[in-house]
T-cell receptor, first 114, second 111 residues
Framework: IAGITQAPTSQILAAGRRMTLRCTQD?????MYWYRQDLGLGLRLIHY???????GKGEVPDGYSVSRANTDDFPLTLASAVPSQTSVYFC?????????????FGPGTRLTVL | KQEVTQIPAALSVPEGENLVLNCSFT??????LQWFRQDPGKGLTSLLL?????REQTSGRLNASLDKSSGRSTLYIAASQPGDSATYLC??????????FGAGTILRVKS
């Protein structure tokens, strides 16, 4: 593994189903993030984690949950998917150094909720 | 609430042209500003990061400037090439580990 990996690459999901998007990084970064990207809206932060064992809410957290049991993994769960959660989801990580926060992004998961 | 706006939304230029992408933000209390590149169907790649105390950063044919007081940044691309075709995103860091993104500028460089 080099950098950040996300799985699955894409998924079509029926509304009401539960879904977990996986994210793993091998850079030993302390911070990890989940964004969604929608046409015309740019990337919006869903949840973040500054260090293993802690999580925080971003701009659009409703309908999503995360956990950070260890440094490397940061799964995103949709408990009961709805069509408005159709989007491209990006995981990112960074090593915070003072006020400098260069984030490294995974390749994304394209999710369609029908 | 911080808002980031990028103009234009899309730009098409002939190869070899110099071009400028614009980014504006509403809250000048930022830690830094970053420019990213995103290729179709791919993740984001960081191009340049300008800290709040800096005025500009350069990397190869790319030059990014920051005017924090007016809430503006520009990304200058010199001698554009077809390989520069991508979406360019601007993001500001307001708090620790929190980036706010613009919607991006889709650039097409025609050969």
């Amino acid at each position: 593994i080099a950098g950040i990996t996300q799985a699955p690459t894409s998924q079509i999901l029926a509304a009401g189903r539960r879904m977990t998007l996986r994210c793993t990084q091998d850079m030993r970064h302390n911070a990890m993030y989940w964004y969604r990207q929608d046409l015309g809206l740019g990337l919006r932060l869903i949840h973040y984690s500054n260090t293993a064992g802690t999580t925080g809410k971003g701009e659009v957290p409703d309908g999503y949950s995360v956990s950070r049991a260890n440094t490397d993994d940061f799964p995103l769960t949709l408990a009961s998917a709805v069509p408005s959660q159709t989007s491209v989801y990006f995981c990112a990580s960074s090593k915070t150094q003072g006020t400098v926060n260069t984030q490294y992004f995974g390749p994304g998961t394209r999710l369609t909720v029908l | 609430k911080q808002e980031v706006t990028q103009i234009p939304a899309a730009l098409s230029v002939p190869e070899g042209e110099n071009l400028v992408l614009n980014c504006s933000f509403t809250d000048s209390a930022i830690y830094n500003l970053q420019w990213f590149r995103q290729d179709p169907g791919k993740g984001l790649t960081s191009l340049l990061l300008i800290q709040s105390s800096q005025r500009e950063q350069t990397s190869g044919r790319l030059n990014a400037s920051l005017d924090k007081s007016s809430g503006r940044s520009t990304l200058y691309i010199a001698a554009s090439q077809p390989g520069d075709s991508a979406t360019y995103l601007c993001a500001v860091q307001n708090g620790v580990n929190k980036l706010v993104f613009g919607a991006g500028t889709i650039l097409r460089v025609k050969s």
